[in-house]
């Protein structure tokens, strides 16, 4: 049974930084592409960061320069280390496959910014 948990979320003020963490069961972690996503409030969800089993990263034009999506494999972790947070980067943010699998969501990590 394939599972994401993710964690690390919380409330940060503007400008401030945050690193979530997802850790995977169930899955051959080191054999797919992983990313990280999320959801605000009467959005949809989406893509944040992916990274390649190779560990080729690519990023929203909103997160650009700010966020860093890493991996462990012998952990089977992913991270998401965000930095100079906005406002607008508040919402729950999940791990997935990339491309993602609907019955592989987790409960997602809450982060809030206050501005």
């Known amino acids: 049974q394939v599972q994401f948990v993710e964690s690390g979320g919380g409330l940060v003020q503007a400008g401030g930084s945050l690193r979530l963490s997802c850790a995977a069961s169930g899955t051959t972690f080191s054999a797919n592409a992983i990313g990280w996503y999320r959801q605000a409030p009467e959005k949809q969800r989406e893509l944040v960061a992916s990274?390649?089993?190779?560990?080729?990263?690519n990023y929203a034009d909103s997160v650009k320069g700010r966020f860093t999506i890493s991996r462990d494999n012998a952990k089977k972790t992913l991270y998401l280390q965000m930095n100079t947070l906005k406002p607008e980067d508040a919402a729950v943010y999940y791990c997935?496959?990339?491309?993602?699998?609907?019955?592989?969501w987790g409960q997602g990590t809450q982060v809030t910014v206050s501005s």
């Open positions: 997935n496959y990339y491309p993602s699998y609907r019955q592989y």
């Open positions: 990274i390649s089993v190779s560990g080729i990263t």
